[in-house]
């Protein structure tokens, strides 16, 4: 069951994963900017969450094994619609149909992992997910530029639908059966609400970063946003658990602050794996295998920690401490990349396999700290909430990240167009790397900013037992 429910995890975050490295051929090959290419990511995220929060309603109402067929099957058509697009257009709309299907994916996955471990296993049980799902942000680089070097980019979406297949079938036989319960209503006020409040929050921030100041239609943007999410607030706490998400959850210290930690390490993780592979790329003039390749020290250090930490089993005060240190090394192991990212090679190996270390130590003990003492019943609606806020961070992350990279770029951006810098001169070199400095001292920032919620949780965690068990009672 643990390897059907991550192997499915996996899928969806190849699909993030793999495009970094395939950034520089699709800006070329389907003649698009730096910011067109990143709403490739973009709008698989963003359907991604907004497909999140029916995954709690879809679960009572149909079950969750049925909603994880299905939404495997979602997820491998979309796969095949992106392998055949002809237009950056038909890419994105692509994309969004397959995040809706990995929308339900994770978090019904995540669901059954979790109900099914109970709270003596909890910790092990997602170490073990952790340690399978490593496999994607350290492989997925190395297979996208692998796929792009020898095939073609149209077979990083048109490889996943062989591995579907055999998938579904192992999942029908393995997968535990749960009753449905068809009473269970869907709040659709609730979720026209959510869904353009993340879009709109995501357009208006990447908007202000590509233009380098706030213009009147971003502004316009995250103002609507706001007004949607607090409306959004107002209409689910009074509605408990019959809203889209039980928001109740979020008067709890410990899932307040595990929300939090979850949309920062959406950015620090996946705003990052956007942005290094082009580093290598357009910086170092590396191709895309050698750029994956360049990507593997962080997969190998977040495995060493989620090895040991496994092995600690459910570490209690342990999962909820160790969030803080993993932050501290992280921000040790992406500092070189700010301050430091003309030095050789060698030293930002080094630096990705500290950062990876660090990354290991932050998310799957942020997660066992936030789900431990919520009763069963809540976890659906806590999977949820967290996926929407990981996504949330995700998609917003990159898309900010992306812009802040084009606009710093500048003119030098044509060299998507053009091929890699070679011998250029050395003062556009140093222009090159300027922009990426600023761009990689974004996660610095944000990581620094994670110490905080990662304190709190671990204050929970000591202190706040009573709000747990009074929330799961409820």
């Not at 459910?314 to 090394?329: A, C, E, K, P, Q």
């Not at 929407?388 to 990279?405: Q, W």
Request: aromatic share 8%; proline share 5%; charged share 10%.
């Amino acid at each position: 069951m643990l390897a059907v429910a991550s192997l499915g995890t996996l899928l969806t975050i190849l699909a993030v994963t793999t495009i970094g490295t395939a950034t520089v051929t699709l800006a070329s090959d389907l003649d698009a900017s730096l910011v067109e290419v990143q709403w490739v990511v973009t709008a698989y995220l963003l359907a991604l969450t907004a497909t999140v929060p029916v995954s709690v309603w879809a679960s009572h109402r149909f079950g969750a094994k049925s909603v994880w067929l299905w939404s495997l099957g979602l997820f491998a058509a979309g796969s095949l619609l992106c392998g055949i697009s002809g237009s950056i257009g038909e890419l994105i709309a692509a994309r969004a149909v397959q995040g809706i299907g990995a929308g339900l994916l994770i978090p019904v996955g995540q669901t059954i992992v979790v109900r099914a471990a109970g709270p003596a296993g909890l910790s092990r049980a997602l170490a073990t997910v952790a340690i399978v799902n490593v496999i994607g942000p350290a492989t997925g680089p190395v297979v996208g530029g692998l796929v792009v070097e020898l095939v073609s980019w149209r077979w990083l979406f048109l490889g996943m639908v062989p591995i579907a297949v055999p998938l579904l079938l192992g999942a029908t036989r393995l997968l535990p059966y749960d009753p449905p319960d068809r009473a269970r209503p869907l709040d659709l006020i609730g979720l026209g609400l959510l869904v353009p409040a993340a879009a709109l929050a995501t357009a208006g921030m990447a908007g202000i970063a590509e233009h380098a100041r706030v213009e009147p239609e971003d502004a316009a943007m995250l103002g609507i946003s706001l007004l949607l999410g607090v409306g959004f607030l107002l209409r689910s706490f009074p509605m408990g658990a019959r809203a889209v998400v039980d928001v109740e959850l979020l008067k709890t210290r410990s899932f307040r602050a595990g929300s939090t930690i979850a949309a920062i390490f959406g950015i620090l993780m996946f705003g990052f794996l956007f942005v290094a592979p082009v580093f290598w790329e357009l910086a170092r003039g590396y191709s895309s295998l050698e750029a994956g390749l360049l990507m593997l020290p962080q997969g190998a250090g977040s495995l060493v920690t989620l090895t040991h930490y496994s092995r600690r089993g459910d570490g209690g005060r342990v999962s909820n401490s160790i969030v803080g240190w993993g932050l501290v090394v992280a921000a040790l192991g992406t500092a070189p990349f700010v301050f430091l990212n003309e030095a050789p090679t060698p030293l930002l190996e080094l630096a990705l396999f500290v950062r990876g270390l660090g990354m290991g130590g932050v998310w799957i003990p942020a997660l066992a700290a936030t789900f431990r003492g919520l009763a069963p019943e809540s976890v659906a609606s806590a999977s949820a909430l967290i996926n929407v806020a990981l996504r949330f961070g995700s998609s917003a992350g990159t898309a900010v990240m992306a812009a802040v990279l084009q606009q710093r770029l500048g003119s030098q951006a044509s060299w998507i167009d053009d091929g890699l810098p070679g011998s250029v001169g050395r003062t556009v070199e140093h222009h090159i790397a300027d922009a990426f400095a600023f761009t990689f001292g974004i996660t610095l920032v944000a990581t620094v900013i994670a110490l905080y919620p990662a304190r709190r949780l671990w204050t929970a965690g000591r202190l706040g037992r009573r709000e747990v068990a009074d929330l799961s009672r409820r």
